[in-house]
């Protein structure tokens, strides 16, 4: 005895609808391809205009760190004591005797403080690279899971 299905299909489905039904999947198909590989395009485009763009920042941060020091070496060369002696006799300065100088003695007054400028030295410090919670293998993460349900619920009961 053979049980038939009780939904039959009352006809047969004409040749040219199959064809139109295949030929809009292949469609459907193209379609979505073409807009994967067009974002794709995009991204590419995109992340390739910004890595010249920071090629080019990154050359014009050289050039200004070249032309940072070399102001810093004119500061240097225009601030030594040779030139600034020089300066100072163009303008008609001369060098005091030790008869001519006169110190001012004020009351109260300490001199100068000396200015610590460095931090007293510490012991290094290691910076943790990796959370914790990122070195725990799965098994443990599991297992961990497992001890809280059963800390909720009241422990495992038999």
């Known amino acids: 005895m053979t049980i038939r299905n009780p ?11 199959r064809a139109t039904q295949v030929g809009v999947l292949f469609l459907i198909l193209a379609l979505l391809t073409a ?12 992340a390739a205009s910004a890595g010249l763009e920071i090629q080019s920042l990154e050359n014009e941060k ?4 070249r032309e940072i020091a ?9 601030t030594s004591a040779e030139a600034m002696l020089e300066r100072a006799r163009n ?11 006169t110190y001012v003695v004020i009351p109260g007054y300490t001199g100068k403080q000396p200015q610590i400028i460095a ?18 293998s799965l ?14 619920t009241g422990g495992f009961t038999q």
């Open 119 to 136: 931090p007293p030295p510490s012991p290094p410090s290691q910076r943790v690279l990796i959370k914790p919670s990122y070195t725990q």
């Open 35 to 46: 807009s994967i590989l067009w974002v794709m395009l995009t991204v590419t485009v995109q």
């Open 7 to 17: 939904i039959h299909q009352a006809y047969r489905q004409a040749p040219w609808r």
């Open 91 to 101: 303008l008609g300065f001369r060098q005091a005797n030790p008869d001519e100088i």
């Open 139 to 152: 098994s443990e993460w599991l297992f961990q899971g497992i001890i809280r349900m059963s800390e909720q």
């Open 62 to 65: 050289e050039k200004l760190v």
């Open 70 to 78: 070399s102001l810093r070496t004119n500061i240097a060369i225009q």
